[in-house]
């Protein structure tokens, strides 16, 4: 999820729970307390890239974590606003902020480590995109009319914005759901694995991914509001078998990596069609017609003693755009 709606919703749950005089000192507490456990993406390391990815939305996103994280956050605060409540009031507000971030989070489609460390697996809902500007922008107002107000009423507007909101999200992936199902199985093997995501900044245009003998096909469908849903067929991409193709490397460091970057992508590689010796996460992708990833890792087999390096290939030329906007205004080819 972006900071600005992490920020917001850390500091509506703060301001519920405050004071007219306390109002905006909360908000300003529950803002930088919900923006906290995104600070893991400083705790990586330039030669070991992967572990950014490994630690991002990992232990600081974590149930068992918040606590901890929010007394972290209210001793730093405390220095700013000790003179205008107490340590306790500081606390409060902070784990309010906190506990926020983990669940905005769990909305989105990259996952989060819930319950690390008992269950070392993410967590993902998958029906709000990490950038959704019509989510943000009716946070924005409520809360600035709040702050302004000062008056707990536009913070419970916020709140049932929000929860409209993720019913909305809720209802469209499941309309998006039946209709691959109907659709898009019947036309395949009905037992193919579904994966199921928006697009970014929208409601409209969802990614719909299928798994089965060994390769992965997009599709995108357009699930408008007062019109007749529409698919749009993409390509498919064989998996790659990276246990046998890199076996004669099996205990080296890159050997390990691919292995690493394996489990962060739920085991589904694929080649970047432009960068033959690139592995990528066949889950994402600018389009959702297509199945070239948005990153993914470069194999070296000379430098088989150093760490494998992580890039991203987004592509947002003009044809990209014209390609993305198109599908989601409902034009056909």
Known sequence: MDPVTHGLVGATSAQLFSDKDTFRTASFIGFIAALAPDLDVFLGSASNPL????????????????PFGALIVSLILWLFVKKRISFKHTYLFSLLGYSTAGLMDYITSYGVYLFWPFLDERFALNIVSVFDP??????LIAASIALYKKKKSFSYGLAG???????FAGIQKARVEHI???????????????????????????SVRFVDDGEICSSGIRAGLFSTPIIYEGECAVFVDWNSTYKPFNGTVMYKDIERFSELSDGLLVRHPNHPNVLGDARYSMLPTTTSPLWGITID?????????FDSFRDASPEIRTKFLDMILGRMD
């Open 301 to 309: 087999t000379a430098k088989t003693d150093q760490h494998v390096t």
């Open 180 to 206: 691959a199902t109907d659709v898009l199985l019947a036309e395949n093997d009905s037992n193919s694995e579904l994966i199921i995501k928006p697009t970014i900044g929208n409601q409209i245009l969802w």
């Open 51 to 66: 572990l950014t990815l490994e630690l991002h939305r990992q232990f600081t996103h974590s149930f068992i974590f918040i």
């Open 134 to 139: 019509l989510l943000s922008i009716g946070l």
């Open 161 to 167: 914005w929000l929860f409209l909101y993720l019913c």
